[in-house]
C-alpha cells in the first residue's frame, strides 16, 4: 500500500503558485520523497526528490518539513500545462526499489 | 536526457493472439526496468521487475505465463501479453533506471502502450 496521503484535488489560477501537500508520517530514514505526475493518457514524468533538504530544480521546489512527515511540491507559475495528477511516493534508494503509486492529488490549473 | 520509449503506441488484437510490447531506454543505460498496468480512472499497478540477463521478478498476482518479460539488453526490454483477452486491454507503462552514480536512482517512464483487445 502507499505511505503517503494526499487529498484527491485541488486547483489553482494561472500564474499563480501550486502547493501540493503530502503527508507521510511513517517515513523511514532510508527512504526519499519522490514526486512524479501524469498528464491523461501519457507516462509519469519524474518532477524532483529528496531526502531531507529542500531541493529546487527547473520545474518546481520541494519542501521537506523537518521531522520528514510531510512535505510540498511548489510549482512556482502553474500554466495550463501543469493540470495532471501529482503523485508523492516514499522510496529506498536503489536500482531495484520499486515506486509504490497511490492515487494522487489531482491538479487543475484554471485560466 | 533520460528517454524512454515504447511501441507500439497503441494496438488493438483479436482475443486469443498475442502481443508484443518494447521498451527502449533511447540515450542511457537502463540497470533496471519495471513494467506497470493502469485500468482507467486507476492508479498505475506494478507488474514486473527486469534486470538485464536474469528473469523479472513478477509482483503477486501477476500470471509469469501470461505476461513474458525479456530483458535482453541494457537498452531494451520486452512484454509478450500471451493469448490476450478483453480483460488484458489497458495502458500498459514501462520505466527504466539509469545507474548514473549516487543513491536516488530515479526512474523514467516511457509513454505507455495502449492495448484494445477485441
Known amino acids: 500500500d502507499a505511505k503517503t496521503t494526499q487529498p484527491p484535488s485541488m486547483d489553482c489560477a494561472e500564474g499563480r503558485a501550486a502547493n501540493l501537500p503530502c503527508n507521510h508520517s511513517?517515513?523511514?530514514?532510508?527512504?526519499?520523497v519522490y514526486w512524479y505526475r501524469q498528464i491523461h493518457s501519457q507516462g509519469p514524468q519524474y518532477i524532483i526528490h529528496?531526502?531531507?533538504n529542500n531541493e529546487t530544480n527547473e520545474m518546481a521546489s520541494l519542501i521537506i518539513t523537518e521531522d520528514r512527515k510531510s512535505s510540498t511540491l511548489i510549482l512556482p507559475h502553474a500554466t495550463l500545462r501543469d493540470t495532471a495528477v501529482y503523485y508523492c511516493?516514499?522510496?529506498?534508494?536503489?536500482?531495484?526499489?520499486?515506486?509504490?503509486f497511490g492515487k494522487g492529488i489531482t491538479l487543475s490549473v484554471r485560466p | 536526457g533520460a528517454v524512454v520509449s515504447q511501441h507500439p503506441s497503441r494496438v488493438i488484437c483479436k482475443s486469443g493472439t498475442s502481443v508484443k510490447i518494447e521498451c527502449r531506454s533511447l540515450?542511457?543505460?537502463?540497470?533496471?526496468m519495471f513494467w506497470y498496468r493502469q485500468f482507467p480512472k486507476q492508479s498505475l499497478m506494478l507488474m514486473a521487475t527486469?534486470?538485464?540477463?536474469?528473469?523479472?521478478?513478477?509482483e503477486q498476482g501477476v500470471e509469469k505465463d501470461k505476461f513474458l518479460i525479456n530483458h535482453a539488453s541494457l537498452t531494451l526490454s520486452t512484454l509478450t501479453v500471451t493469448s490476450a483477452h478483453p480483460e488484458d486491454s489497458s495502458f500498459y507503462i514501462c520505466?527504466?533506471?539509469?545507474?548514473?552514480?549516487?543513491?536516488?536512482?530515479?526512474?523514467?517512464f516511457g509513454p505507455g502502450t495502449r492495448l484494445t483487445v477485441t
Open positions: 520505466s527504466a533506471t539509469p545507474h548514473v552514480g549516487g543513491l536516488s536512482y530515479e526512474q523514467y
Open positions: 511513517t517515513i523511514s530514514g532510508n527512504e526519499y
Open positions: 529528496g531526502l531531507k
Open positions: 511516493i516514499v522510496r529506498v534508494a536503489g536500482s531495484n526499489s520499486k515506486l509504490t
Open positions: 540515450d542511457f543505460q537502463a540497470t533496471t
Open positions: 527486469s534486470n538485464e540477463g536474469s528473469k523479472a521478478t513478477y
